[in-house]
């Protein structure tokens, strides 16, 4: 089972930015696509980005797109987001999620694993 850890959240300005990074505990992670969502307090998981196992396809949320960057490094088994342009609607938990069948989706309920979130919050 593919094991996933989150870091690079934390407090940071409207208009700031940060970087999160998911480490991925095994070899195989380059056989799943990746995933970025988000849980604000009192509203269901949502999704934000998502990229191929190559990393040469990726997929945004209205909402984050030409703000948000998610890319990968295979090498290294790790998933980033990188985060623009934020805004206090940004603030939530952000996790990442590994999709064995490769398909980039915006379900959750497809996704094989999960890293225990890392916490954005964006002052206004």
């Known amino acids: 089972q593919l094991q996933l850890a989150e870091s690079g959240g934390g407090l940071v300005q409207a208009g700031g930015s940060l970087r999160l990074s998911c480490a991925a505990s095994?070899?195989?992670?380059?056989?799943?696509?990746m995933g970025w969502f988000r849980r604000a307090p009192g509203k269901e998981r949502e999704f934000a980005a998502a990229?191929?196992?190559?990393?040469?396809?990726?997929y945004y949320a209205d909402s984050v797109k030409g703000r948000f960057t998610i890319s990968r490094d295979n090498a290294k088994n790790t998933v980033y987001l990188r985060m623009q342009s934020l805004k206090p609607e940004d603030t939530a938990v952000y996790y990442c999620?590994?999709?064995?069948?490769?398909?980039?989706?915006?379900?959750?309920?497809?996704?094989?694993?999960w890293g225990q979130g890392t916490q954005v919050t964006v002052s206004s």
């Open positions: 999620g590994a999709d064995r069948s490769g398909g980039m989706t915006t379900d959750p309920k497809k996704y094989n694993a």
């Open positions: 095994s070899r195989t992670f380059s056989l799943y696509a």
């Open positions: 990229i191929s196992r190559s990393g040469g396809g990726t």
